[in-house]
T-cell receptor, first 117, second 115 residues
């Protein structure tokens, strides 16, 4: 049972345009969400995160939007650059039954973004 | 900057060999994790540790064991390597507090080929 879903395995955009990567989750206990970027043969790199008390977080060209009622988040990259071509993973965390951390992140399967020059 | 290092970038082993993958982090993080990444399957958690000498199974622990004798070091052991353990292995660490403390920082990965 996939609790974090990235329904698009791949996305192709032109350089300079907006890239929108989507992620859906099913677990209502998730309250912290992250995006990672991964190049081939390298480890994932943390990109940006958002807490469930916010609906938007921005860092330079990257903005994450959270819609809690729809259990949906998206990553916007504006403008897209060829160096952004990578696999993007969405991840989520939530509290344990006792309210503390359950330590783990639940990852989606990733979306391959290709930015064409 | 958080630094997570893994002992090897590429490794070739024979079926039946015992394989050790080492991971070291330099940020005094409480939690450490081992994942494997396979095409189309995303990142799958093998084991994690939230304290020295503590470990918990992840989603796919079969065929693996782990050791955490020191806070900064987390080892993944393949007791008897098999060809279906050919994969990219990723180590990560996190501080541990709720929210931003749950952000995991990854090492560069070890690409293991079992022949």
């Amino acid at each position: 049972d996939q609790q974090v879903k990235q329904n698009s395995p791949s996305l192709s955009v032109q350089e300079g345009r907006i890239s929108i990567l989507n992620c859906d989750y099913t677990n209502s206990m998730f309250d912290y969400f992250l995006w990672y970027k991964k190049y081939p043969a390298e480890g994932p790199t943390f990109l940006i995160s958002i807490s469930s008390i916010k609906d938007k977080n921005e860092d330079g060209r990257f903005t994450v939007f959270l819609n809690k009622s729809a259990k949906h988040l998206s990553l916007h990259i504006v403008p897209s650059q060829p160096g952004d071509s990578a696999v993007y993973f969405c991840a989520a965390s939530g509290s344990s039954i006792s309210g503390g951390s359950n330590y783990k992140l639940t990852f989606g399967k990733g979306t391959l973004l290709t930015v064409n020059p | 900057d958080v630094k997570v290092t893994q002992s090897s970038r590429y490794l070739v082993k024979r079926t039946g060999e015992k394989v050790f993958l080492e991971c070291v982090q330099d940020m005094d993080h409480e939690n450490m994790f081992w994942y494997r990444q396979d095409p189309g399957l995303g990142l799958r958690l093998i084991y994690f540790s939230y304290d020295v000498k503590m470990k918990e199974k992840g989603d796919i622990p079969e065929g693996y064991s782990v050791s955490r004798e020191k806070k900064e070091r987390f080892s993944l052991i393949l007791e008897s390597a098999s060809t279906n353990q050919t994969s990219m292995y990723l180590c990560a660490s996190s501080f541990g507090d709720r929210g931003s403390g749950e952000t995991q920082y990854f090492g560069p990965g070890t690409r293991l080929l079992v022949l």
